[in-house]
């Protein structure tokens, strides 16, 4: 029961993932090195980043059982060489992406409704300046929306412009769909022509998207590249109205520039999970401006994912060794 891990792993990291599969060799190439010469003869592939040919199917022979990706995302595998070979693909969607998606779409909704000022509103009972009265309520008598609070909208049929297109940017747009947005992106690397169409997204050059979209998620990685990615120019492209959402990395975004283009009105608002300082300092100007909704870096979720991620994968990799039913398999 040979499980080939194509990516380079270290001793350590080999030894962690060996507790979650009893029973099963597993084998990988250590940094720098390739799993070519692991590949034969191997019952299960497991990849994390590694794009895997009809060349390594035909090379682990007829004893492959499973075909097993570390994440949501299928285009990696060449799947017409593997449906050839009678090989089954499983996805695994990673805990962590998809708790960081669930942030950021929970960022959206609370600006389009105005979650904080609403729920403020509510238990100071501010309706008292209104000329308002409590009612008894049922189907037909109501009192709508009797904040009457401005400049609340829905999702549905709303622009997305997603910056960033691994795992957590594919999450993200998969839940956008689900609440009937018009999905784009742009990344660095653009996704094969299938992904694009198999998730329903098309691509943009970056400053387009960003005059496009309604709003802007970032799901991009800290680098020298993207720091302050998110910069003056990139807020005066945005469509006026527009708001951003960062739950990656604080420095992407320039947040002296942020700020000014709330205090202007340049952009409708902003959701931010995450800071260049975190805590966010105390006196920090994104605390006193208008139209944001700020949270402690929660995005990560529960904890845990990293063992919990492992979990899953092995768990489908011995399922697959034991002739068990497999889950998130692709068609």
Not at 98 to 115: D, F, I, Q, T, Y
Not at 175 to 184: C, L
Request: overall charge neutral; some cysteine.
């Amino acid at each position: 029961m040979r499980v080939v891990l194509l990516d380079p792993t270290t001793a350590d990291e080999l030894a962690f993932l060996a507790t979650h599969a009893p029973g099963a060799d597993l084998v990988a190439p250590e940094p720098g090195g390739n799993a070519a010469g692991l590949i034969p003869g191997a019952s299960v592939i497991v990849s994390k980043r590694t794009r895997i040919d009809s060349n390594m199917i035909a090379a682990a022979g007829p004893g492959l059982k499973l075909i097993q990706l570390w994440s949501g995302r299928p285009d990696r595998v060449d799947r017409a060489a593997a449906r050839g070979a009678n090989v089954p693909v499983a996805l695994m969607p990673q805990r962590g992406a998809a708790a960081v998606a669930e942030c950021a779409m929970l960022l959206m909704l609370g600006l389009s409704k105005r979650v904080v000022e609403a729920h403020q509103a509510t238990v100071s009972g501010a309706y008292r300046g209104l000329g308002v009265e409590p009612v008894v309520t049922g189907e037909r008598l109501h009192k709508f929306q009797w904040m009457q609070l401005p400049g609340l909208y829905e999702l549905n049929g709303r622009k997305l412009g997603i910056v960033g297109f691994g795992e957590i940017g594919c999450e993200v747009a998969r839940r956008a769909r689900a609440f009937n947005m018009d999905v784009a992106y742009w990344s660095r690397t653009r996704a094969s022509a299938d992904a694009e169409a198999e998730e329903g997204v098309r691509y943009m050059p970056f400053e387009a998207l960003l005059g496009w979209a309604d709003a802007v998620s970032l799901h991009v990685p800290h680098s020298p590249e993207t720091d302050k990615l998110i910069n003056a120019n990139a807020l005066a492209a945005m469509k006026p109205g527009a708001v951003l959402i960062n739950t990656c990395r604080g420095g992407v975004v320039d947040e002296s520039a942020l700020v000014a283009a709330l205090q202007t009105g340049q952009i409708g608002g902003a959701g931010l999970d995450v800071f260049v300082q975190e805590p966010i300092p105390f006196d920090h100007p994104l605390l006193s401006v208008p139209n944001t909704l700020l949270l402690p870096h929660l995005g990560g979720g529960s904890g845990g994912a990293r063992v919990k991620h492992a979990q899953d994968i092995f768990a489908n990799v011995l399922a697959a060794l034991n002739g068990q039913p497999v889950r998130h398999l692709v068609a």
